[in-house]
């Protein structure tokens, strides 16, 4: 059980004001994407939520606690992986665990199977392709204890093929285990294959534009990124962001 | 097989010119004497050998504690780091006569001295390899929550590792150094006090003889800690988590 509340949530750096009045909420069990140009202060929001720095006004409320400034309290999955690269992959998975309790590898190497990388739990990440280090760390966040998720464009330094696949991949280890996610991202097709709502940031300040709620039902098909209705979803989205 | 080849010139030379043993004695001369005298001074090595160690332990440690704890307070690093380098900017040569008038003829000057000479490489590589921890990683543990001990055991102690290795390399040849130079000024055993009895009397072979055990020293201690730095990180690679 994990609902993310944020409310009215304003941040300036020096002069700049970065975010004005952002608020939304992410459900429990909701998948729900940031969509913003790049600048938009997306990566700024998501470190507020992360506690590395207080909001200058507004709140941010997990299950009904104000977070403001408190770290460690969502399970965050960097842009760049972020693997500690003198640590095996079951080590780097565990990471996330082993700063609140003793790990369980059972489950690390459980879930390192489903995520398709079993045989290599005693590789360590300079071994791996750039995608199978981002599927670790997904998998990093899915095994520490919050059981609430920020994925900050985590396939943003991928290439095409390696990004469909990533998507897919990522729906369903998503689809089975059903933590919320907030998600940012820049990429419309992205945003609208993965989400169950979007919400349409402004830049210069950012500010929460444009809700979209998609019905898609799930499991999700890759049939559906070539069907009519996700053309028009897409075309309503790419209208709201110029 | 430079060494090798210089070690022939040598003898060449020192044959061909006929020169004296008292002033440069070839290598065959030396090899010799370091053979038919082993049970003369075979005690001052070993008292050598034994002090290097004791006091390249120390070193070793007390490199570590205090680089450890300048970086832990960031304050105290501003108020000593400039101390730090002028300790390596008195002449050992000088300070070492007022340690023997201060502390005697016993263990504790010369542990000293080695300690002073071999601290710093460590505290100095160490330090720049905890400032040089990946900013990216240093992020994901912030926002995954992690203490600041934490941060430092998991992330920025291993990160360091290699650097502290580096030091290492350097204190493990100085700390030979430093205990030859230590014996010069008051001992009664060790290479030191046998180099200086061997000048005195123009024995040039065992000064070559004394050089020579200062160097296989040196390389031995070079050696153990290269293999020790293997096996600990044997598996890491430059490129990172990247």
């Not at chain 1, 690269?85 to 780097?92: A, G, Q, S, V």
């Not at chain 2, 005195?200 to 070559?208: E, N």
Request: with cysteine; net charge positive.
């Amino acid at each position: 059980m994990s609902e993310l509340v944020i409310e009215k949530v304003t941040k300036s750096f020096a002069d700049k004001k970065v975010l004005e009045d952002i608020s939304f909420t992410v459900k429990e069990g909701e998948f729900v994407s940031l969509l913003g140009p790049s600048g938009s202060g997306k990566s700024t929001l998501f470190h507020l939520i992360g506690g590395m720095y207080s909001p200058d006004s507004g709140a941010f409320y997990l299950d009904g606690k104000k977070i403001n400034g408190k770290r460690g309290a969502i399970s965050y999955t960097p842009q760049s992986s972020s693997l500690f690269p003198w640590r095996t992959i079951l080590d780097n998975v565990v990471l996330g665990a082993e700063l609140f309790a003793k790990p369980n590898y059972d489950q690390a190497r459980e879930m390192l199977e489903k995520a398709g990388l079993s045989g290599y739990e005693n590789a360590y990440p300079h071994q791996l392709s750039g995608g199978m280090r981002q599927r670790v760390a997904f998998v990093r966040s899915l095994l520490s204890p919050q059981s609430f998720i920020c994925l900050d464009e985590p396939f943003s330094s991928l290439d095409e093929f390696t990004r469909l696949e990533m998507q897919r991949w990522l729906l369903s280890i998503w689809e089975e285990n059903r933590k919320s996610v907030l998600f940012v991202t820049h990429n419309i097709e992205e945003a609208i294959y993965l989400s169950d709502r979007i919400i349409v940031l402004s830049s210069n300040p950012a500010t929460t534009k444009r809700e979209f709620t998609i019905p898609f039902a799930r499991p999700r098909k890759e049939e559906l990124l070539l069907s009519e209705e996700f053309l028009q979803w897409k075309k309503a989205v790419y209208q709201e962001l110029r | 097989m430079v060494i090798i080849l210089l070690l022939i010139i040598w003898e060449a030379c020192s044959r061909l010119f006929v020169i004296p043993t008292w002033l440069l004695p070839a290598p065959s001369d030396i090899v010799k004497e370091g053979v038919t005298s082993w049970s003369v001074y075979n005690h001052h090595l070993f008292s050598t050998t034994k002090l290097s160690v004791i006091g390249f332990g120390i070193g070793v440690s007390v490199g570590l504690i205090v680089a450890t704890m300048l970086h832990l307070l960031p304050p105290v690093r501003q108020a000593f780091y400039p101390l730090l380098i002028l300790s390596q900017n008195i002449p050992i040569i000088v300070l070492a006569p007022l340690l023997v008038i201060w502390f005697g003829f016993g263990m504790l000057p010369k542990i000293l001295i080695i300690t002073l000479v071999c601290f710093f490489p460590i505290t100095v590589a160490t330090l720049d390899g905890f400032r040089q921890t990946s900013p990216e990683l240093l992020h994901y543990m912030q926002m995954a929550g992690a203490s600041k001990r934490q941060i430092f055991a998991k992330l920025q102690f291993p990160h360091a590792l290699p650097s502290i290795f580096s030091g290492v390399k350097i204190s493990a040849t100085y700390s030979v150094m430093g205990a030859v130079i230590s014996e010069w000024l008051g001992a009664n055993q060790g290479i030191g006090v046998y180099m200086t009895l061997a000048q005195s009397s123009f024995r040039t072979d065992r000064v070559f003889v004394a050089i020579g055990f200062v160097m296989v020293l040196c390389l031995l201690f070079f050696g153990l800690i290269v293999m020790l730095e293997r096996l600990l990180i044997k598996s890491r690679n430059t490129e990172g988590g990247k």
